[in-house]
């Protein structure tokens, strides 16, 4: 029975491809399944962040747009990237945010975050597996592969 005060959560994932998941074990992997992906000309116009929810196989369980800002800034919520993170079941997770200037260089915002999530994954087993800075032609900075993460 349903308690009158709260409604009922309901958790319901629905697989739209039948064919083998992309597998992002690799920072390149990622940004060219990007580019395929997210929409060119949001990218010059205001910064955005999505969440890239991966399995233990590091296959693509699936991705979601968790922030969106300005030309110079977007937030990044870890209460809604961990909600997002274990709603999708997933082990490992990879920020991924937009840089409309172009610079690919990370702010003290960008690291800070990207260690906060670190720390919170480890209480919650969620690796955070990387965190990529994109820009409009796909050029990309990667926390993993500059050995931050």
Avoid: W
Avoid at 85 to 100: D, E, K, M, Q, T
């Amino acid at each position: 029975m349903v308690d009158n005060y709260c409604g009922e959560m309901v958790l319901r994932y629905i697989k739209t491809n039948p064919g083998p998941a992309p597998m992002m074990n690799t920072s390149y992997k990622l940004v060219e399944y990007l580019k395929h992906t997210l929409d060119q000309d949001e990218i010059n116009t205001y910064e955005f962040a999505y969440l890239i929810c991966i399995a233990r196989d590091m296959s693509l369980l699936g991705f979601s747009r968790i922030s969106q800002g300005g030309r110079g800034s977007t937030i990044m919520d870890p209460l809604i990237i961990f909600t997002t993170a274990l709603l999708r079941g997933s082990s490992n997770i990879i920020l991924v945010h937009n840089h409309p200037s172009g610079m690919l260089v990370p702010s003290d915002s960008d690291k800070d975050i990207t260690a906060k999530v670190k720390e919170g994954g480890k209480i919650l087993g969620i690796h955070l597996s990387d965190h990529i800075i994109i820009n409009a032609e796909f050029n990309y900075y990667s926390f993993a592969d500059n050995g931050i993460l």
